[in-house]
Every structure is written in C-alpha cells, then in structure tokens.
C-alpha cells in the first residue's frame, strides 16, 4: 500500500461546479498534512495546510478525518484558473529524518 | 527576498556524461529536499539535507546519485554516467525547520526545477 494515495483523474467539471478529492494516507503517526497545486511543467506551490478543525480559504475548504485517515480538499465556483495537478502531502512525523511524502496528485480540468 | 534558486533549468547530457544540478534554499532556511518527478508521475522524495550533512537519504539510487550541501555555497545533486532513465525534472525544495508540523513551520518552498534530458 502506498504511504499517500490519491485519485489520479482527471476529474472533468465544468466551470462554476463544485468538486472534492480525497487523499488517504497509511501511517497513523502523521502530523502534519497539506495541499499543493501544480501546473503544468511547473513546480509544485502551497495551496493551504489543513489542521484538524478543518480549514477554509475562500472558495477553497480542506478537511482532516484522523480516525480514517484521509484528508480532503473542496472546490466551489470552479474557475477555469483552477485546473492543474493537486498534490496532497503528508509529514510523517516529528524526527529530523522524517520525510515529507507527496501524492501522485489528482488532475483537474475546469471546460468552459 | 529570492525563492529557492536551482540552476540549470535545462541540462541535455549524452550517455554516460555526468550532470550537476545546484540549488540555492531560500533566505533564512537550512534545510533541502531534492525530489525528482518523472513524465506524468508524482514527485519522489530523494534526499533530505541540512548544512555539511545529509540526514535521510533513503530515496537515493544506490549509484551514481550523490548530493551535498556545503557550509558555504549551494546544494548539489550529482548524476554520474547518466541513462536515458534519469531524464526527468529534479525539483529542490527548502524549509526552514522540521519536527513542529502544526506551526506551519516545516511547510516546502520548491524551485522552478532542474529538467534533466539524456540523449
């Protein structure tokens, strides 16, 4: 089993729609978790962090289930600036060794 | 403030030449992640580095792969005696510290990447 999965897609909608994905990860010990975007031969940015309360960025809302171990990541009004590769990424523990682990991402693209 | 600086952005190396990829973290951050991410693949963590020492890297190809980060000057990736297999994108991200995951502190700042091309 991978140690973070993702949906690779792509996920299709039109612009204005609402979508999620869900990101899951293995090791139960994980602390930290977060979003970033990539475009297309560019590199990966932060989108957002998510903390256990759940957290919302404008039209951006992400979400952390411990107990499934998933974490989540909504996005309402989709706007064509929106598609890209987004990448879920979990920090494994609090070790200096630890390692920051990437999903494969998942594929969004926002048709007019 | 300049982001995490990686040089070349492009590299064309034949077969069993050697190619160098430099990174420069960002201002203030000590520590370096390589990660390399092939065609239509997510990123693969490689090595992770702190000055004059590498601390994890148990991403690494066994051989021909080394990296370093010297007290002074940037982090190096080397390849040597490339293959075709090694073309990819070699992304260099930096943070400032690890082991606090709820301060936001351990959050990467990524290069613009290093795209390595093997004839």
């Known amino acids: 089993r991978k140690e973070v999965e993702q949906d690779p897609g792509p996920f299709n909608v039109p612009e204005g729609a609402t979508v999620a994905f869900n990101c899951t990860y293995s090791n139960s010990a994980s602390q930290s978790f977060f979003w970033y975007r990539q475009d297309c031969r560019k590199e990966p940015k932060l989108l957002m962090s998510?903390?256990?309360s759940g957290n919302e960025d404008g039209r951006f809302t992400a979400q952390l289930n411990r107990a499934s171990q998933y974490i989540s990541l909504l996005i309402r009004d989709s706007k064509l600036s929106d598609s890209a590769t987004y990448l879920c990424?979990?920090?494994?523990?609090?070790?200096?060794?630890?390692?920051?682990?990437f999903g494969s991402g998942t594929r969004l693209s926002i048709r007019p | 403030n300049a982001g995490v600086m990686q040089n070349p952005r492009h590299l064309v190396r034949r077969r069993g030449q050697e190619a160098r990829l430099r990174c420069s973290p960002m201002k203030g951050h000590s520590h370096v992640y390589w990660y390399r991410q092939l065609p239509e693949e997510g990123l693969k963590f490689m090595v992770y580095l702190q000055k004059e020492n590498i601390i994890d890297e148990s991403g690494m190809p066994k051989e021909r792969f080394s990296a370093e980060f010297p007290k002074e000057g940037p982090s190096i990736l080397r390849i040597q005696q490339v293959v075709r297999g090694d073309s990819a994108a070699y992304f260099c991200?930096?943070?400032?510290?690890?082991?606090?995951?709820?301060?936001?502190?351990?959050?990467?700042?990524f290069g613009a990447g290093s795209r390595l091309t093997v004839l």
């Open positions: 998510v903390y256990s």
């Open positions: 990424v979990v920090n494994s523990g609090y070790s200096s060794a630890s390692k920051i682990i």
């Open positions: 991200a930096s943070s400032p510290q690890t082991g606090q995951p709820l301060s936001g502190a351990n959050v990467l700042t």
